[in-house]
Every structure is written in structure tokens, then in C-alpha cells.
């Protein structure tokens, strides 16, 4: 009776001593691994300007048609660009289909997982939503 009390008293000890294994979640949060895939988010230049050339073919390659709309328009030097973009996270099924078709390299999926949100209509995202802050690409990215 005393064995398995002692026991249980050395494995309690051993446990106190060691690196904790869980993360305190809100302050520390988990890294992602490099292939992971978040939501899509077009990508931005060095110089600010969105890559997007509006030419629908991530709409046209996305299998859960999460990407609702994109209209063009056309700029003083015939150049096309978006000006509404929206993509609905409630059906994107994060594939990464959208990032393997854009010619131009504009559409990529980004690491961020906290997408859980009360309401649904915050989770069906515009242009100005997806549009990146910064120019920054991951390791892995090829442009």
C-alpha cells in the first residue's frame, strides 16, 4: 500500500521539476509549421501596390467557390487591377488551388488560425480586408 504511494510521490516530484509542456494560449501562441495553410490574402509589392491583375482565374480554380467576386477595372495605362475583391472564409476549404493558379503570384495563403468569429458576416472579407499591411513573403514563397 505504501509502494504505490511513494511511487505516485516520485512521479508528482519528477513532473514539478521539468520544462511545462502546455503554452499559455492568448499571451503565447503556437508557431505554424511552413507549409501550413490560413486564408487567402493578396499580396502587396515593395512599392504597396496590390500583384492583382484581376484576371479571375482563382475564382475560376477554387472548388468551394469561396471566392465570391472580383470585378476589374482599368487603370490610365491599360493596365487591369481589382476593385472588389471578396472571398468568404466560411466556405474556403484552404487548398491553396487559388495561390497555385494566380500568374501574377498575388493570391497566397497566409499562416494566421484564430478565424473563429460570433458573427458571419465578419468572416466574408473584401478587398481592403485582404489586402496585405506590409509586403512581407515566407521562406518558402517563390516571387
Not at 491583375?53 to 487591377?81: D, F, R, W
Not at 491553396?96 to 500568374?103: D, K, L
Request: charged share 25%; with cysteine; net charge neutral.
Amino acid at each position: 500500500m505504501i509502494i504505490p504511494l511513494l511511487k505516485g510521490l516520485a512521479t508528482t516530484l519528477r513532473m514539478v521539476f521539468t520544462k511545462p509542456i502546455t503554452l499559455q494560449y492568448p499571451e503565447e501562441k503556437r508557431p505554424v509549421y511552413p507549409r501550413f495553410r490560413g486564408h487567402p490574402e493578396l499580396v502587396v509589392d515593395d512599392d504597396g501596390e496590390r500583384r492583382c491583375v484581376a484576371c479571375t482565374l482563382c475564382m475560376v480554380v477554387c472548388p468551394s467557390n469561396a471566392i465570391k467576386q472580383i470585378t476589374p477595372a482599368e487603370g490610365e495605362y491599360h493596365e487591369k487591377y481589382p476593385v472588389e475583391f471578396v472571398v468568404d472564409l466560411t466556405r474556403c476549404i484552404f487548398c491553396g488551388f487559388c495561390q497555385e493558379a494566380c500568374p501574377k503570384a498575388a493570391i497566397k495563403l497566409n499562416n494566421l488560425y484564430e478565424l473563429a468569429q460570433y458573427e458571419k458576416q465578419m468572416l466574408i472579407y473584401d478587398i481592403k480586408r485582404l489586402t496585405q499591411q506590409q509586403s512581407r513573403l515566407r521562406d518558402g514563397d517563390w516571387l
